[in-house]
């Protein structure tokens, strides 16, 4: 059977099968009855074997993801109808979101790169020429931010409240606006995201440069050491949601460009809603922790624990119902 005959026959099979994911409510198959329940069943086994073929024929890479993707989308919905799961954002977040991270890894290293990369070449350059940092921020907010770390160890902004509780509220909402302007963005076939990772990586980049070329190294590692490892992943997480927008908007395969949309605006919600979620976190550790006085190698220490704690909650949440991939 060729390629074309093959999509001929198999095609109404697959938009079948789109039909009876959409019907279904959540994740789980209670929108479904008992005879579109067994339908679901028996295709999923029939697109499994679909996805066989495909890999062993060789039938290319775009037609792979495709039936991959309804596999994998089948599966999540067949075989999470547990009475028992978590209710509510528990389940998405504990199962959900780490999932979505692992089957989007690419697009989360392609943000991470984006965001990381210049934000050392931005740092190198200004820790050798403090100068070059006004090309990025204007001498006002230079003047400001190095105000902000003095000798005590830890930085006291002359911008924020000083309060524990504002000061997490402060970092809330610009981690959150940023980081909620990367995903929406994506919808312009994921210009707009890379432009604003590729933004705050200079941006960050020149700032630690500029305060440590200055020579406040030692309260700016004390503040920024705890909270960064969650805070840039987050970052580069809520970049990868809005790449996985663009990528179906620029390239949308086997579907219509709103079918690719609705098809991976799950993972890509699901990835939005983990980074906002880990930046809560990074907020209450930066407002209450990072302001801290508190021994470097202490927090050096909780650093390292929250990147192993972090590293190990997307490596293997969720990892405990065989899912087809």
């Given at each position: 059977m060729t390629r074309i005959d093959f999509l001929h026959e198999r095609k109404p099979a697959w938009d079948r099968f789109e039909q009876l994911i959409r019907r279904a409510s959540g994740d789980h198959v209670q929108g479904l009855d008992e005879n579109e329940h067994h339908e679901l069943s028996e295709?999923?086994?029939?697109?499994?074997?679909?996805?066989?073929?495909?890999?062993?024929?060789?039938?290319?890479?775009?037609?792979?993801?495709?039936?991959n993707d309804l596999v994998r989308r089948g599966h999540s919905v067949f075989y999470h109808s547990t009475p028992n799961r978590p209710a509510g954002f528990v389940r998405p977040l504990v199962v959900g979101f780490p999932r979505a991270l692992r089957d989007n890894?690419?697009?989360?290293?392609?943000a991470a790169a984006v965001l990381v990369i210049p934000m050392i070449v931005s740092f190198g350059l200004v820790v050798s020429?403090?100068?070059?940092?006004?090309?990025?921020l204007p001498e006002h907010t230079l003047i400001e931010m190095e105000a902000t770390y003095v000798a005590r160890g830890a930085p006291v902004s002359s911008e924020t409240p000083k309060g524990g509780i504002e000061m997490t509220g402060y970092y809330l909402r610009n981690n959150i606006s940023i980081a909620l302007r990367c995903y929406a963005l994506g919808i312009f076939a994921g210009v707009g995201t890379l432009y604003l990772l590729l933004a705050n990586g200079?941006?960050?980049?020149?700032?630690?440069?500029?305060v440590i070329a200055r020579g406040h190294s030692d309260?700016?590692?004390?503040?920024?050491?705890?909270?960064?490892?969650?805070?840039?992943?987050?970052?580069?997480?809520?970049?990868?949601?809005?790449?996985?927008?663009?990528?179906a908007v620029i390239a949308p395969g086997y579907r219509l460009r709103r079918e690719a949309l609705a098809a991976r605006g799950r993972d890509s919600f699901l990835l939005a809603g983990g980074a906002s979620v880990l930046l809560v976190v990074a907020a209450v550790v930066e407002g209450f922790w990072s302001t801290a006085t508190l021994p470097l190698a202490v927090k050096i220490a909780f650093a390292a624990t929250s990147a192993l704690g972090l590293s190990c909650y997307l490596l293997f949440a969720g990892r405990t119902v065989q899912r087809c991939e």
């Open positions: 295709a999923l086994r029939s697109i499994g074997h679909d996805l066989v073929h495909i890999r062993s024929e060789r039938l290319g890479p775009a037609l792979e993801e495709y039936v890894h690419v697009y989360f290293w392609a020429n403090p100068s070059l940092a006004r090309r990025v200079i941006e960050l980049g020149a700032v630690a440069g500029y309260p700016f590692f004390a503040f920024v050491v705890s909270h960064s490892v969650i805070e840039l992943s987050a970052l580069a997480i809520a970049g990868a949601a809005g790449l996985v927008l663009g990528f």
